[in-house]
């Protein structure tokens, strides 16, 4: 079974940034395609970012040049640096990972972005 912890998650005001960890504790780690998602309260689940096994990336459209994610083998860690931050931005981020067939789930970390 495969445990993802979230965290890095806090309040920051406009305009900061924050960064996002992902630790997994799956020893194929380097196998996952890896996914950011976050939910604001009242809203659907969205798309944030995306890296695959062999470190491809993708964005969506929202925080494209402004959020990025990365990825550490060794640490068995995914990164999302989130940067220019907005209100808008106010969601719990969750980790979720694709791996041989399997999906899983981490628990999610509030981010508040505030004056």
């Known amino acids: 079974q495969v445990q993802l912890v979230e965290s890095g998650g806090g309040l920051v005001q406009p305009g900061g940034s924050l960064i996002l960890l992902c630790s997994a504790s799956?020893?194929?780690?380097?196998?996952?395609?890896m996914v950011w998602h976050r939910q604001a309260p009242g809203k659907q689940r969205e798309l944030v970012a995306t890296?695959?096994?062999?470190?491809?990336?993708i964005y969506g459209d929202s925080v494209k040049g402004l959020f990025t994610i990365s990825k550490d083998n060794a640490k068995r860690t995914v990164y999302l640096q989130m940067n220019s931050l907005i209100p808008e931005d106010t969601a719990v981020y969750y980790c979720?990972?694709?791996?041989?067939?399997?999906?899983?789930w981490g628990q999610g970390t509030q981010v508040t972005v505030s004056s």
């Open positions: 979720r990972a694709w791996i041989r067939g399997d999906v899983y």
């Open positions: 890296i695959t096994n062999v470190g491809g990336t």
């Open positions: 799956t020893s194929i780690f380097s196998c996952a395609t």
